[in-house]
């Protein structure tokens, strides 16, 4: 079964220090992974998507890697700030016609000042 | 503005009373569902659709229905709710396989 998990589940740190989320996966066979930052009580948005072929991925302060040999991916915020204060959500795609997209739980990150 | 808009935004309705949350999206996108999500669950995908009369199920289908007459439309419909449906639903919507998935706002449901 295609699993998604993610680490920690929560984090709270101090506004301008940076932060690594986690995330591990059994999707297979793989196709992309994306990471989503949700507001509360909003739709996520997305912040990044990666294929097999791609380490890295920027999106100003939030960088992206990916391991697809460990089935690794980290999430890397930068000079945090309040606003980042969100659940952030890694969601694996599967290369099938079928149901394409696997979610993790997430982790809820706080900021404070 | 490209979107994906849902409604109602919120909704409180009785046990059994049959109800549909609409969901409508601008981009042309072929492929789209919705997801549920509770408290310490996180979104559970509840139907997709990778297009126009195309519909297959989620992890958690039973209760629901939806339909795909058309491109842009993908309704939600629950025709006898429970309060095990109370939750919060989004509506996404995504061209293809490497596409970012574009949500709703959701719509907040209470069965009472």
């Known amino acids: 079964k295609n699993q998604v998990e993610q680490s920690p589940q929560s984090l709270i740190i101090l506004e301008g220090k940076n932060c690594t989320l986690q995330?591990?996966?059994?999707?297979?066979?793989?196709?992309?992974l994306r990471w989503y930052k949700q507001d509360t009580g909003r739709g996520p948005v997305s912040l990044t998507i990666?294929?097999?072929?791609?380490n890295t991925k920027s999106n100003g302060r939030y960088t992206a890697t990916l391991d697809a040999d460990t089935k690794q991916s980290s999430l890397h915020i930068t000079a945090s700030q309040l606003s980042d204060s969100a659940s952030y959500i890694c969601?694996?795609?599967?290369?099938?016609?079928?149901?394409?997209?696997?979610f993790g739980g997430g982790t809820r990150l706080m900021v404070k000042p | 503005e490209a979107q994906v808009t849902q409604n109602p935004r919120y909704l409180i309705t009785v046990t059994g009373k049959k109800l549909t949350v609409t969901c409508s999206q601008n981009m042309n996108h072929e492929y789209m569902s919705w997801y549920r999500q509770d408290p310490g669950l996180g979104l559970r995908q509840i139907y997709y659709?990778?297009?126009?009369?195309?519909?297959d199920k989620g992890d958690v289908p039973e209760g629901y229905k939806v339909s795909r007459k058309e491109k842009r439309n993908f309704p939600l419909i629950l025709e006898s709710p429970s309060p095990n449906q109370t939750s919060l639903y989004f509506c996404?919507?995504?061209?293809?396989?490497?596409?970012?998935?574009?949500f709703g706002n959701g719509t907040r449901l209470t069965v009472t």
């Open positions: 990666m294929t097999f072929s791609e």
């Open positions: 969601v694996v795609s599967a290369r099938d016609a079928g149901n394409m997209l696997t």
């Open positions: 659709s990778m297009n126009v009369e195309v519909t």
């Open positions: 995330c591990n996966y059994t999707v297979s066979p793989f196709s992309n």
């Open positions: 996404a919507s995504m061209t293809g396989q490497y596409s970012p998935l574009h």
